[in-house]
T-cell receptor, first 114, second 114 residues
């Protein structure tokens, strides 16, 4: 158990819909990362937050957004869903979000878009 | 550009045999290197990491990895594989100005024959 908690574990939704994935980082970790894992693209970095502020942005679509709340939990919002958005979405956390920190991953949220 | 190459998509070994999974990286700064393992339906578990110092690092579950700067490699090894080691293994690199984000290889699927 990494200490990173993600909900829901599984989600099935229709095209065009919107979903929210939730993440609670490890106790004491200030930085949260979101990754997408798909057969086509492998593990892709989406976005990073540190103590409530966006820190880095990767290959995140405009239809996707994220935020980190004062209690440090984070949410990833996916809207206007397409079939290609079906993937495993990982949340991860680290102490400071700087290089050299170990990043711990949650078990992921499986999203299926039908 | 930062990238990680895992040349072997799939490796099959017999239980008790030795194992080496290859990882090559391309990185513009001093790399921090990681190996993660993903069991079916599970999240990413950190096996080991290299930040600096001794180039041979020990991890959990009897795994070790050796950093070779001249070859831009960080190969994972285990002297005797157990059936429970069957999983997918990911090499990742970070460091420098990446603010903690990691770049992942496409993974190597390990099958263990009894």
């Amino acid at each position: 158990d990494s200490g990173v908690t993600q909900t829901p574990k599984h989600l099935i939704t229709a095209t065009g819909q919107r979903v929210t994935l939730r993440c609670s980082p490890r106790s004491g970790d200030l930085s949260v990362y979101w990754y997408q894992q798909s057969l086509d693209q492998g593990l892709q970095f989406l976005i990073q937050y540190y103590n409530g502020e966006e820190r880095a942005k990767g290959n995140i679509l405009e239809r996707f957004s994220a935020q980190q709340f004062p209690d440090l939990h984070s949410e990833l919002n996916l809207s206007s869903l397409e079939l290609g958005d079906s993937a495993l979405y990982f949340c991860a956390s680290s102490t400071t979000g700087s290089s050299g920190n170990t990043i711990y991953f949650g078990e992921g949220s499986w999203l299926t878009v039908v | 550009a930062q990238s990680v190459t895992q040349p072997d998509i799939h490796i099959t070994v017999s239980e008790g045999a030795s194992l080496e999974l290859r990882c090559n990286y391309s990185y513009g700064a001093t790399p921090y290197l990681f190996w993660y393992v993903q069991s079916p339906g599970q999240g990413l578990q950190l096996l080991l990491k290299y930040f600096s110092g001794d180039t041979l690092v020990q991890g959990i579950k009897g795994f070790e990895a050796e950093f070779k700067r001249s070859q831009s490699s960080f190969n994972l090894r285990k002297p005797s594989v157990h059936w429970s080691d069957a999983a997918e293994y990911f090499c990742a690199v970070g460091g420098g100005s990446t603010l903690g984000r990691l770049y992942f290889g496409r993974g190597t699927q390990l099958t263990v024959w009894p």
